[in-house]
């Protein structure tokens, strides 16, 4: 939806950019987005699309910005109209200090020693699926492999069964690429009505879940409430339906592209920990929205009271000003703490953070350990989209 350019938003500052359909993301998702880091491009734009909003073009802005939480608020969500007003989600849509003890009983839930634990079901679900495909000479990896092993354990995760993936595969791809088949209501309504049964048997009788673990632990002291809890649950499966599969998608891709890469790991395995920091640094595809609650000056102009800004992790990530030579993957850049923003900043960085990137060095070690070689298929394209998890849509592999 267009509207009128508010008065406050200088004439050099409109751009016709639709963040879930940047022009030749099917082909490039990165340098579709880095079309706004052009020579001259100012750092902070006005897309005339989705109802309209601000866009931060320039990686330490964006950064800035993702960790503001004291004048730019968490509560819209996302540039979808309506979506933020709906979803109302625990804790990703609170904002300090109501935000603290939510994610604090979230945090305890994905608490190292349970991501720790969980990592032999990781290695045996991967290598299921390797064994799977190794066979056959070629796959969509997408289809194949980055839509179930991440889906499958955090199904595992919380403890409901592993048949419902491909219809809860298609709610988290309605939330992040929407291609408006539903509404926001009816989105959240599905997603709700599927996991209340789960949540009304957790709270009554907590088992080992991760959401028997959150409930358990209550909120600063006291019991969740059943709304609260069904905020937080449909929080939680949301995020766990979408974003580690783009990623492990992007990844898989720079190695078909790479096999100097696939060589090198498959020589030093133990280069694998710094080499998924360094890949997930490189491939960022999550992007947020936060809406100003006051006016905020900045870039030379003014973000007013109520105005949506969008922060893409991408364009942190791959600014030259930030990163020396961002597009390298540099695998000695993952021996010390790298400042990026693939998994956020500030209070609401990804509370799966240490999930996501042991999944990533699972799949690493085990793919890379069991299949020979792998390239693109010059018979089938890949194929990107864009949203607020950006994507593979396909990706045809050979061996």
């Not at 993301?25 to 897309?47: H, I, K, M, N």
């Not at 309506?82 to 994610?103: A, K, T």
């Not at 069964?161 to 209501?185: A, C, I, N």
Request: charged share 25%; with cysteine; net charge negative.
């Amino acid at each position: 939806m267009q509207l009128a350019t508010p008065p406050h938003v200088p004439a050099d500052r409109v751009v016709d950019f639709d963040i879930f359909n940047p022009p030749g993301v099917e082909r490039d998702y990165f340098a579709a987005w880095r079309t706004l880091q052009a020579p001259g491009t100012p750092g902070l734009v006005w897309s005339t699309a989705n109802g309209g909003h601000w866009i931060a073009t320039r990686g330490e802005l964006v950064r800035t910005l993702w960790a503001d939480a004291e004048r730019l608020s968490s509560e819209c969500l996302a540039v979808t109209p309506g979506l933020g007003e709906v979803m109302r989600f625990i804790p990703l849509q609170q904002d300090p200090p109501e935000h603290g003890p939510f994610r604090t009983s979230v945090m305890k839930g994905l608490a190292s020693r349970f991501v720790v634990a969980l990592e032999p079901k990781v290695e045996a679900v991967a290598q299921e699926l390797v064994d799977g495909l190794r066979p056959r000479g070629a796959c969509d990896f997408v289809a194949d492999f980055a839509e179930i092993l991440p889906l499958n354990i955090f199904l595992s995760l919380i403890d409901v069964p592993l048949e419902d993936r491909p219809r809860l595969r298609t709610l988290g791809v309605q939330l992040t690429r929407p291609d408006g088949s539903m509404t926001v209501e009816q989105l959240r309504d599905a997603a709700d009505d599927y996991l209340w049964p789960f949540i009304e048997q957790r709270m009554a009788a907590p088992g080992d879940d991760l959401f028997s673990r959150i409930l358990s632990e209550g909120v600063g002291g006291r019991p969740w409430s059943v709304d609260e809890a069904r905020r937080m649950c449909r929080n939680l499966l949301f995020g766990g339906l979408d974003t580690v599969a783009a990623m492990i998608g992007m990844v898989t891709l720079h190695l078909a592209r790479h096999p100097e890469d696939q060589h090198l790991l498959r020589e030093r395995p133990d280069l694998i920990p710094t080499a998924a920091d360094e890949l997930m640094r490189r491939y960022p595809t999550v992007s947020v929205s936060r809406n100003a609650v006051v006016d905020v000056e900045a870039d030379g102009v003014t973000i007013r009271k109520g105005d949506i800004v969008y922060l893409p992790s991408v364009l942190h990530n791959l600014d030259p000003a930030c990163f020396d030579a961002p597009d390298a993957v540099d695998y000695a850049r993952g021996l010390t703490p790298v400042r990026h923003t693939t998994m956020g900043a500030g209070a609401h960085r990804c509370v799966g953070a240490g999930l996501a990137r042991m999944e990533m060095i699972v799949f690493l070690r085990t793919w890379l350990a069991a299949m020979p070689a792998f390239a693109l298929d010059p018979e089938r394209p890949v194929t990107m989209k864009g949203g607020n998890v950006g994507a593979c849509t396909a990706l045809p592999l050979v061996w």
